[in-house]
């Protein structure tokens, strides 16, 4: 039970760790707008580059991940005897 518990919580950290990067990659359109403008002119090439980097994220499937053990562990929990 204790293990169990135990990595129940690194599960959780890492959860929140995934979320909290996750916020800090993921930007908005106005956000890659002024990333990559100019003085003069945009650099659109760099604002599409910046949204795909962006919504392609990985740690969201880390996160997805995190959260899917999470699930299984606590199937195991209520199903022990």
């Keep these: 039970m204790v293990e169990t518990l135990l990595n129940l919580c690194g599960l959780l950290f890492t ?7 996750a916020w ?3 930007i908005s359109d106005e956000q890659a707008n002024l990333l990559s403008g100019t003085y003069w002119n945009g ?3 760099l604002r ?10 990985g740690l969201i499937c880390v996160g997805f991940g ?3 053990q999470i699930a299984a562990i ?8």
């Design 15 to 21: 959860a929140g760790g995934a979320f909290v990067t």
């Design 24 to 26: 800090a990659v993921i």
């Design 43 to 45: 650099n659109e090439a």
């Design 48 to 57: 599409k580059a910046f949204l795909d980097q962006s919504r392609n994220a």
């Design 66 to 68: 995190t959260l899917l």
């Design 74 to 81: 606590c199937a195991h929990v209520v199903g022990a005897p």
